[in-house]
């Protein structure tokens, strides 16, 4: 039981790149999110999805696209990579009833 | 105003001390109440889950509800320096399953 997995664990990017990061859960969880973490700023929510094949926009959707076309999958894409893109990125699942989250060990990005 | 505050710290303690690690929030809707421990680099992990108020301990660790005064706390007995790390709260809303909201998190750190 390996939980949540993200791949890669880092990458650097130029402006203009694009990129998917990967993220896996075993734990037969139906809510899946992207956060991305900066210093003083705390987690904040990127996109979620309640479930295979939805997706909806969190708190700072901008610059990202989100897919979930399996249940253990989400991946969240970088169309054109811009330098405030960088951060730490991390995944959660949530338990069905969705009383609190797991987190992956997370994706650091850096756009130079 | 934000939906969480918490003091950033950083907070240093001798090892054997009792910490006391707190949060506010500002939504009366906030029912489940989560504590997370985040070591350097790492992705954030579950340590406490509360539902509601009043206390639940585990072992060193005791969490805190106060819903009338919008007030959690976190409090490790016996502060090890394997305990130093961020500690973030979290808390939802019953059937709001898409939105935790994060603290921005109390770096602590133990002393040998």
């Known amino acids: 039981n390996a939980g949540v997995t993200q791949t890669p664990k880092f990458r650097v990017l130029k402006t203009g790149q694009s990129m998917t990061l990967l993220c896996a859960q075993d734990m037969n969880h139906e809510y899946m999110y992207w956060y991305r973490q900066d210093p003083g700023m705390g987690l904040r929510l990127i996109h979620y999805?309640?479930?295979?094949?939805?997706?909806a926009k969190g708190e700072v959707p901008d610059g990202y696209n989100v897919s979930r076309l399996k249940k253990q999958n989400f991946l969240l894409g970088l169309e054109s990579a811009a330098p405030s893109q960088t951060s730490v990125y991390f995944c959660?699942?949530?338990?069905?009833?969705?009383?609190?989250?797991?987190f992956g060990p997370g994706t650091r990005l850096l756009v130079l | 105003q934000k939906e969480v505050e918490q003091d950033p710290g950083p907070l240093s303690v001798p090892e054997g001390a009792i910490v006391s690690l707190n949060c506010t929030y500002s939504?009366?809707?906030?029912?489940?109440f989560m504590w997370y421990r985040q070591y350097s680099r790492k992705g954030p992990e579950l340590l406490m889950y509360?539902?509601?108020?009043g206390n639940k301990e585990d072992g060193r660790f005791t969490a805190q509800v106060d819903k009338s005064s919008k007030y959690i706390s976190l409090f490790i007995r016996d502060s090890q320096p394997s305990d130093s790390a961020t500690y973030l709260c979290?808390?939802?809303?019953?059937?709001?399953?898409?939105?935790?909201?994060f603290g921005s998190g109390t770096k602590l750190n133990v002393k040998p």
């Open positions: 979290a808390m939802s809303a019953h059937g709001n399953f898409n939105k935790f909201y």
């Open positions: 509360t539902y509601s108020s």
């Open positions: 939504n009366s809707a906030f029912q489940y």
């Open positions: 959660a699942s949530a338990s069905p009833t969705a009383e609190t989250q797991y």
């Open positions: 999805s309640v479930g295979e094949g939805t997706t």
